[in-house]
């Protein structure tokens, strides 16, 4: 069956570092990757999204990385900041469907700690 | 401000009612959806729609039901069907409905909780 697996963990990092996480799936051949933050008691926003022709993707102090052949994305936030703590979530398109329809890793809880 | 709204922000209900979630865009958006947020996992698909008076089903869909009439707004009803409904719901947007890579616009969600 498929499946998205994101490090259900809580992610703990010093403010400065930075934070890297992970999204690996199974039995997909997804056409783009998209990544989301997510505050608590709110609805996810858009960060990113990565294609599948695309090894890297870049924006301010964020960047993604799409490896199809290990199946794998990585969500990199450099110089991290408090101000960077939630969950991020991972999405991926599903192809063979008529919508533009997304599945979602269950995330991954960031805190940046001052 | 353009946006995606959703209420109430918090509902509850008795068992065996039946319950309406407001979902309402002015985006100008063609495709709508419906997502169940249980604690520690992701989102789940209820109902999507590409364009109005159209839907689909999509993971999760029994023991809801939908309607888009108007463009800008997708309710989502809740009915007593549902055996498991106490969640976070939330509706989303995007530009089109096909599979152009849009990314996915939020409202601020529904905490639903059956007494």
């Known amino acids: 069956s498929q499946k998205i697996e994101q490090n259900s963990e809580a992610l703990n990092i010093q403010e400065g570092k930075t934070a890297t996480l992970t999204c690996n799936y199974t039995?997909?051949?997804?056409?783009?990757l998209q990544w989301y933050r997510q505050d608590p008691g709110r609805g996810p926003v858009f960060l990113l999204l990565i294609r599948e022709n695309e090894k890297e993707k870049r924006k301010e102090r964020l960047k993604v990385t799409f490896d199809t052949t290990l199946k794998q994305s990585l969500f990199h936030i450099t110089a991290s900041q408090p101000a960077d703590s939630a969950t991020y979530l991972c999405?991926?398109?599903?192809?063979?469907?008529?919508?533009?329809?997304?599945?979602f890793g269950g995330g991954t809880r960031l805190m940046v700690k001052p | 401000d353009g946006g995606i709204t959703q209420s109430p922000k918090y509902l509850f209900r008795k068992e065996g009612q039946n319950v309406t979630l407001s979902c309402e865009q002015n985006l100008n958006h063609d495709a709508m959806y419906w997502y169940r947020q249980d604690p520690g996992q992701g989102l789940r698909l209820i109902y999507y729609s590409q364009i109005v008076n159209d839907f689909q089903k999509g993971d999760i869909a029994e023991g809801y039901s939908v309607s888009r009439e108007k463009k800008e707004s997708f309710p989502l009803t809740v009915t007593s069907a549902q055996k498991n409904p106490t969640a976070f719901y939330l509706c989303?947007?995007?530009?089109?409905?096909?599979?152009?890579?849009?990314?996915?616009?939020f409202g601020p969600g529904t905490r639903l909780t059956v007494l």
């Open positions: 039995n997909y051949s997804p056409a783009y």
């Open positions: 999405a991926l398109a599903r192809r063979n469907n008529a919508g533009n329809m997304l599945t």
């Open positions: 989303a947007s995007t530009e089109r409905g096909d599979s152009s890579y849009n990314e996915q616009f």
